[in-house]
């Protein structure tokens, strides 16, 4: 665990660690001691007292976004913030199952209930990867930037042109065309499954090739392997052993850039759903409490 | 087709550096996504912007719509290309040039200088998924305001319009059958998925008008006139007990229905009730008190006095001489057609359906032993039972007859009937009246002997009257027809070997028509405890196991007026 994730849910955390099972374990306790007549429910007494403090909870959990965001806030540092989030979060879940008595169906009730569950799953899963993937992207990394790693290919890029400038057309031609049809980033397909998207024009008898997919420079690489092969001319065998090596350096400095890109996807991509199911579960939360009272 | 592209670059000197490339194909691509031929790094450009191909001898541009294309000055999505056209797209310039031989057609393409270059290279690596066009902000928004207004905003804004509300509720769209709880009862079937038939006004609970709507007819009340309902306004909602959308609570069957105002009955009623407090049947439950009409009332349902069963003063004042003993004596009793040994069923018998007992009528349970004849010479002879001016009628028609056989009365004749004097003596004026006046002397003695000595005392109170005409009189029996009439007990579901008779009516040891055999609370604690009970290896019995909440012996159930500080 990275030392970051340790200080959010551990020492620091811990306080609201047994505040949350200590609601958890007294919500269970009422539920076990109250003799609901007729079915549990959110209808009964506890269940309104459950039903309000898990409105209280996912209303305040959802003032994390806005904590966050204010920097100037004295209440509470955001660390705190965020273990009381997870933790609080975590409780929702049983406060909630309990508020519906273990009773659901096709209703708005239940879609809020859905949406809680969903939420906070997200939220775990946001947890696990934060305790995950820091460290593995550091260890990617190796003490660069993720700059430093996209100005190592633009500069194997500029090596590359500069040393097939000096070839036969066809290899100023692919050696541009790998540069200037490189892709970094890319969809979020591409971003989430680490697909490289990136293609290359090659030059072919009579003329040159639509663009080929060249996933981590393998077309590429293929082609220069393919006229080195064919080349008799030792100088030229030179230069282009010379493009292969930098295409090669290339294609590794390219794969460490797409799984740090990957790692940062997956830490972004949870939040994704987290917060917009969020805000769907606050209209569900509206419309099932409202809809209670409508239809009393 | 085949085309030659002439890359150029203006080195800052003045000197033109040129690079080609030959393009095989369809059609010569262009755009700013990486499948095409031609890729632009310019945000103007449309990923799939034109495609430059051959049609018959001519070479064409057309643009992908909506993009068009800038030729010689002129704005335009299609056009037939032609030596020396000027292409612009972005920052671009691409030249229609003279093609060598082989080539279709051939194009310079050069960056504009006159163009800032802010958009060229511009076009940032698409690193973070921020960058991608995914957005929280938009689909937060998407789903809060989807959410609210499925579920929540249309449904109650169609509320208020019975054709728009049956519209959405006909629709695909979410209508406030999403917000019911759960399914209704099957017996509420027939009010449908219209919610507004009992959820009557918004922000308002059910009321009980709702539900008398329906059943107002046939719905009792629960405690008598004048005793309210229980201190708890609630208590009179009929929602309290009657929840609708839990099928299997439809009615409620649990303790917790009565025991809030049973625990105190004295103080809920403010003194008025005389029933004892029951919580539990097992541990906290009153002696059972039979319901006995009061002496001398004539029948009227409120003139009854309650007793309990172990009370030294229980007498049921029937005015029948009667012993269960004798009557169950197992030597047998004499009868006419041998000795018989009487059981309980031989007299008692089932209702249809088993729970309480046919009512015991002489001429149906007690006549094939006590008859009613009154000449040994014709035992068949009865007389009726229940009547008795009727009986004296009958022993005198009879003794009259008997005495004036064979000689008809040429006087007594029905209106309108001729009479034929028969050939033969006829009797004398003197000696019919003294037949008649000795049948009227049999009549008297055989009556006497009959009302205080033979038949009807033997199982009636018979005084003599001064009547001259009907000089004797029989108490009115009064017998229960339901001792506990307020419990719902079913004899039918109690006929096992382990429940005899006789386990819970003492009727070998009664000899007199005035006890009472009902069993008390302990016969039925033997085998039943209270509902919380469950581990006493007795049967569970909740208070609705024996009583039922709406009455049929109390008024009307009517809408209580509405308590103060609750909605109107």
Known sequence: MSSVHESVLGQMGRRYLWLAVGVVVAMFGLYGWQAPTGLPGGGTWLGYTLGTLAALLILWLLALGARKRSYASKLGTVRGWVSAHVYLGLAVVPVATLHAGFRFGWNVHTLAYALTCAVVVLGIVGVVLYARYPERMSANRQGRTRQQLVEEIADLDARAVRVAQALPAEFDDAMRSARDRLILGGSAFDLLAGRDGSSVVLPRAGGSSGPLSNPYQATLLAWLGDRLARSEDGELSARVQELLTLTSAKRGALERLKRDLRFQAWLDAWLYLHVPLSFGLLAALLAHVASVFIYW | ?568
């Open chain 2, 1 to 568: 087709m085949r085309a030659l592209i002439r890359f150029l670059t203006r080195a800052p000197g003045g000197a033109i550096e040129t690079r080609e490339r030959v393009f095989e194909g369809d059609a010569l691509t262009l755009g700013r996504a990486t499948d095409q031929v031609l890729q632009f790094k310019d945000r103007r450009v449309a990923f799939q912007h034109a495609r430059v191909y051959r049609r018959d001898e001519r070479i064409v541009l057309s643009c992908r719509s909506p993009a068009t294309i800038v030729i010689n000055e002129a704005l335009v999505r299609d056009v037939e290309l032609s030596l020396g056209d000027v292409l612009r797209l972005g920052a671009n310039i691409l030249t229609i040039v003279a093609p060598p031989a082989g080539i279709d057609v051939a194009l310079t393409f050069e960056l504009d200088p006159s163009v800032a270059g802010s958009d060229v290279e511009a076009v940032d690596p698409r690193l973070r998924l921020r960058s991608v066009r995914l957005g929280k902000r938009g689909w937060s928004w998407l789903l809060f305001l989807g959410i609210l207004a499925a579920f929540l905003v249309v449904p109650f804004v169609m509320l208020s319009g019975k054709a728009s509300l049956e519209g959405l509720r006909a629709g695909p769209l979410p209508c406030d059958h999403a917000w019911s709880t759960g399914a209704l009862h099957e017996a509420h079937r027939t009010i449908g998925g219209r919610c507004d038939a009992c959820h009557q006004r918004p922000f308002v609970r059910v009321e009980n008008q709702a539900c008398l709507a329906c059943h107002g007819p046939a719905l009792h009340r629960h405690a008598s006139p004048g005793i309210a309902v229980g201190a708890d306004p609630d208590s009179a909602r009929c929602e309290r007990c009657h929840s609708s959308h839990e099928p299997a609570l439809l009615t409620r069957r649990d303790d917790a229905l009565c025991t809030p105002c049973h625990a105190d009955l004295k103080a809920v009623t403010a003194g008025r009730s005389t029933t004892g407090d029951a919580t539990d049947f097992g541990t906290r439950h009153p002696q059972f008190r039979v319901t006995l009409q009061v002496e001398g009332a004539s029948g009227d349902a409120d003139r009854l006095r309650r007793v309990p069963v172990d009370s030294p003063t229980l007498r049921e004042k029937s005015h029948l001489k009667f012993g269960h003993a004798q009557h169950l004596d197992p030597r047998g009793l004499k009868t006419q057609d041998g000795t018989r040994v009487l059981g309980c069923g031989d007299c008692h018998r089932p209702q249809p359906g088993g729970a309480r007992m046919q009512p015991i009528v002489m001429t149906e349970h007690c006549q094939g032993c006590h008859r009613l004849d009154f000449d040994p010479a014709f035992p068949d002879r009865q007389l009726p039972h229940g009547d008795v001016a009727g009986v004296l009628n009958t022993l005198l028609e009879y003794y009259s007859a008997r005495y004036l056989e064979g000689w008809p009365d040429p006087a007594a004749r029905g209106p309108g009937v001729r009479f034929t004097a028969t050939p033969g003596p006829a009797l004398a004026a003197a000696e019919r009246e003294r037949r008649l006046g000795i049948a009227k002397a049999r009549t008297q003695i055989v009556a006497r002997d009959l009302f205080a000595r033979r038949a009807c005392s033997v199982c009636h109170e018979v005084r003599q009257t001064p009547d001259a005409v009907v000089p004797w009189e029989v108490t009115p029996v009064h017998l229960a027809q339901a001792w506990f009439p307020a419990a719902s007990f079913d004899h039918s579901r109690h006929g096992t070997t382990l429940t005899a008779c006789t386990r819970c009516h003492a009727a070998q040891r009664s000899t007199q028509a005035d006890d009472v055999l009902m069993p008390g609370i302990e016969s039925c604690q033997r085998c039943h405890a209270g509902s919380a009970s469950s581990t006493s290896g007795k049967v569970a019995s909740g208070c609705p196991a024996c009583h039922v909440f709406h009455d049929s012996r109390r008024g009307r159930w009517v809408v209580p007026p509405a308590a103060p500080g609750r909605a109107p």
